[in-house]
C-alpha cells in the first residue's frame, strides 16, 4: 500500500494572483459600455461615459466587501524586525508561513494579540494592526518570532482592481470573477439612476411626476442589484467549505 503523503501546495509569484479568464479579462472602459447598453444610452445622450466608468470603480470597491480576492505573497524579513508592513490592497491575513519553504510541511504561525503576555515569549505567532481606512499608513504585521532574513509567505485577502480611477479606462483590467461582473454593471445602473433623481431634485419640474418616476427607477435598480449581490452571496455558501448551517427543530436554544 503506497504511504500517504502530504501534497503539494502549488505557490503563485509574489504579489501576482492566478486569473483563468486569461485575455478575456474586460477593462473598466469595455463595462462602462455595456452599462450604457443597459441604460440605452450607447451615445452618452444622458449619463456621461467617465461618470460611468467612475461608478464601476465604486462597484468594485463595495464588491471587494463581500467578494474580497485571494492574493498570495513571499517576502525576505529583515533582521531583527519584527514589523511589516501590508500592500496596499491589504484586508485581513488568512495564511501567514514563517519560515517560508517550498516542500512540506509548511509552518503556519497562529493569530494571537501582541498585547498578550504569551506572544512575545513564543516564536509562532502573529498579529495584524489594521490600517483603519487611514490613506496615509497601510496595515502592519507583527511577528513574534526575531526574523533572521528568512522568508515570509502571505495569503491575504485583498480589494479587486482598480482601486482607483487613476489610469487609462482602456487598460485599467477587472479582476472581478467573470460570474459576477453583471453585479459590478448593476452597481453603476443603479447609480445613474440615483444620479439623474439628484439632478432633478436641484430642478423639479412641478408640472409632471417625472420625480416620482425617478424615483420608482432608483429603487428597482437598487432592488435588482442587491437581489443579484445577496444571490450569489448565497450561492458561495452552498459551495464553500462548509454549507449553509441550520439549527435543529428540536434544539431550544434557538
Known amino acids: 500500500m503506497t504511504p500517504w503523503r502530504e501534497p503539494e501546495i502549488f505557490r503563485f509569484p509574489p504579489c501576482h494572483t492566478f486569473d483563468t479568464k486569461g485575455d478575456t479579462v474586460p ?3 469595455e463595462l462602462a459600455d455595456r452599462v ?15 461618470a ?8 468594485l470597491r463595495e464588491y471587494s466587501i463581500h467578494f474580497p ?3 498570495y505573497m513571499s517576502a525576505l524579513t529583515v533582521p531583527g524586525e519584527q514589523k511589516l508592513d501590508m500592500p496596499e490592497d491589504f484586508i485581513a491575513a488568512l495564511e501567514v508561513e514563517y519560515p517560508r519553504t517550498d516542500a512540506p510541511p509548511h509552518r503556519y504561525l497562529q493569530r494571537l494579540a501582541r498585547s498578550h503576555p504569551d506572544f512575545w515569549q513564543r516564536d509562532c505567532y502573529y498579529d495584524v494592526e489594521p490600517s483603519n481606512a487611514n490613506p496615509d499608513s497601510s496595515s502592519t ?9 528568512e522568508s515570509l509567505g502571505l495569503t491575504y485577502t485583498a480589494f479587486h482592481q482598480p482601486m ?8 485599467l483590467k477587472v479582476t472581478a470573477a467573470s460570474q ?32 416620482q418616476q425617478y424615483k420608482l427607477a432608483v429603487q428597482a435598480t437598487e432592488a435588482s442589484y442587491r437581489t443579484s449581490l445577496r444571490d450569489a452571496m448565497k450561492a458561495r455558501a452552498a459551495s464553500g467549505w462548509t454549507g449553509p448551517w441550520k439549527a435543529d427543530v428540536h434544539d431550544r436554544i434557538y
Open 69 to 71: 480576492r485571494t492574493r
Open 27 to 29: 477593462t473598466i472602459d
Open 52 to 59: 460611468i466608468q467612475q461608478w464601476l470603480v465604486d462597484g
Open 141 to 149: 504585521l507583527y511577528l513574534s518570532a526575531v526574523p533572521n532574513g
Open 164 to 171: 482607483y480611477a487613476d489610469g487609462l479606462p482602456t487598460i
Open 180 to 211: 459576477h461582473e453583471h453585479i459590478i454593471e448593476q452597481y453603476a445602473v443603479w447609480q445613474a439612476h440615483v444620479h439623474r433623481l439628484a439632478t432633478e431634485v436641484q430642478n423639479p419640474d412641478l408640472t409632471i411626476r417625472l420625480m
Open 36 to 50: 450604457q447598453v443597459l441604460l440605452n444610452d450607447t451615445g452618452a445622450a444622458i449619463w456621461d461615459h467617465l
